[in-house]
């Protein structure tokens, strides 16, 4: 390949070379949307249009962008240390972000192991709980049971216990010995709830089946998004969690939340196991914990897992064979510090609770709109289905996601949902701008 990029970062002269993730290539090259700055709720474009983020980036920049606090710690903190050497050896921030996040995590979740992204976090939080059962003597314990439509990265593991078709089924039989929990989803009995759907808590009972068929001493760990994004906005049914943990518990299996997107206010609490007040047994975390500026994900763990792999290795061995070159990395810890220095000096888990009736309100006025078959929403995200266009599911959304973006709105869509998630620093006016734009967007649409 002989181009060459431009000197000017405003116009690449050549989409070709890069491969993008979850994109449909073709169309993107024939029409690319680039941004090239944001600040706070906008985006602004190559063309120098500023656009609206209604899903604070893609879920993680719950603090808005560019945020001068966590500009400059990253900036301070590349000029002082770039890399440090992660097995064997530490550095202070490490440490502190550990220390300053057990104190926000709900119950005696109080260890954090770091990864990069929130696929990594998935992985690592099913290889804890293998490692955790075979360590305490249980090593028949190796089935994971994950839940239709659940969504959790893109790892061999984190598609074994997800629930996407399309995200599975090119890429060979998978993890062995994984089951799936029945989604949540109905439109029947649950279409335009305003926050957690009444029917629906006995769809936890399914687990009772699994460990029927498969036997309670053969699963080590049940993994649910506690609200799921990527498939689409799917608000867990009144009771649903707490019946899952309540399983768990009677038959000894971990339950892990993957809070990738609900983590650090996202429902107007620290996290959904507050929200709900279930307490799992492991949190996967990523997103919000840095406010996107720098990759970085983590597994929260109970006291009592932690303890459990100190316990059982012999005095200097290795507890966990785990691990990544980038583990806590110290641009990632620096941004994590100082998000969350700003989340607490801003008070913005309480803002958003404190805008979660506004947004509901908001959003539920799309109810009536053409093509608009459900409204649901919780904390500060919602989901709009539309109905799919007859052959041609995501269709419909697809164009409503793209005549959005001409609007100045950055919406999110996922099969015919438009999932919404704006930072949490969000004004009111705003919320109105974004329920106008998609109001004439969907209303416009055939
Ligand atoms: C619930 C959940 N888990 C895991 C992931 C994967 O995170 P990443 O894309 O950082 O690997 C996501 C991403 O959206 C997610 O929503």
Same mark, same amino acid.
């Given at each position: ?7 000017? !970062? ?28 944001? &600040?706070?709720? /906008? ?40 890399? %440090?050497? @992660?097995?064997?050896?530490? /550095? ?23 990864? $990069? ?21 249980? +090593? ?35 993890? $062995? ?7 949540? /989803?109905?439109?029947?009995? $649950? ?9 629906? @808590? ?35 049914? &009144?009771?649903?969690? &707490? ?7 009677? /038959? ?33 975390? @990523? ?16 006291? +009592? ?6 316990? @059982? ?13 980038? %583990? ?79 609007? +100045? ?18 004004? &009111? ?10 109001? !004439?967007?969907? %209303?416009?649409?055939?």
């Amino acid at each position: 390949m002989t181009d060459t990029l431009s000197t000017s !970062d405003l116009s690449p002269n050549n989409l070709e070379a890069c491969w993008m993730p979850f994109t449909a290539n073709r169309p993107f090259k024939a029409n690319p949307r680039l941004f090239v700055s944001a &600040k706070d709720m /906008h985006y602004t474009t190559v063309e120098g249009r500023k656009i609206l983020d209604g899903i604070a980036g893609m879920w993680c920049v719950n603090a808005g962008h560019c945020r001068p606090p966590i500009v400059e710690a990253v900036q301070r903190q590349v000029a002082k240390m770039d890399y %440090s050497t @992660a097995f064997q050896m530490g /550095h202070p921030a490490q440490f502190e972000l550990a220390s300053r996040l057990s104190a926000i995590l709900p119950g005696d979740i109080d260890h954090a192991f770091f990864c $990069n992204s929130g696929s990594e976090a998935v992985d690592t939080a099913l290889k804890i709980a293998l490692a955790y059962h075979r360590v305490r003597g249980e +090593g028949a314990r190796t089935r994971l049971i994950g839940r239709e439509r659940g969504y959790h990265g893109v790892g061999f593991g984190g598609i074994s216990v997800g629930g996407i078709a399309p995200n599975r089924k090119f890429f060979g039989p998978l993890l $062995n010995g994984v089951d799936h929990l029945p989604h949540t /989803h109905n439109l029947e009995k $649950n279409a335009f709830t305003k926050g957690e759907p009444g029917w629906g @808590a006995h769809l936890a009972d399914a687990l009772e089946g699994l460990v029927t068929l498969h036997d309670a001493s053969t699963i080590a760990a049940v993994i649910v998004e506690p609200v799921a994004g990527s498939t689409g906005v799917l608000i867990p049914p &009144k009771g649903y969690l &707490k019946r899952l943990r309540e399983i768990c518990d009677k /038959h000894g299996i971990l339950l892990i939340f993957d809070e990738v997107i609900t983590g650090f206010g996202r429902l107007g609490a620290s996290f959904a196991a507050d929200y709900f007040d279930v307490l799992p047994d492991m949190i996967t975390a @990523a997103k919000g914990l840095t406010n996107g500026t720098v990759p970085m994900s983590a597994v929260f763990t109970r006291k +009592g897992i932690y303890d459990t792999f100190m316990d @059982a290795a012999p005095e200097g061995a290795i507890e966990l064979f785990h691990g990544y070159t980038y %583990s806590g990395h110290p641009l990632a810890c620096a941004a994590a510090l100082a998000t969350l220095n700003v989340y607490r000096d801003e008070d913005l888990f309480a803002r958003a609770h404190g805008l979660a009736g506004y947004w509901e309100d908001a959003v539920h006025g799309l109810r009536g709109t053409k093509n608009v078959i459900d409204v649901r929403n919780l904390g500060l995200v919602a989901g709009i289905e539309v109905a799919p266009r007859d052959g041609k599911p995501g269709a419909r959304a697809a164009d409503a996601f793209l005549k959005c973006y001409e609007k +100045g709105l950055l919406v999110r869509q996922t099969g015919d949902i438009i999932a919404l998630s704006p930072p949490l620093i969000i004004e &009111k006016e705003q919320i109105d701008t974004i329920v106008s734009i998609l109001g !004439d967007v969907l %209303s416009a649409l055939d």
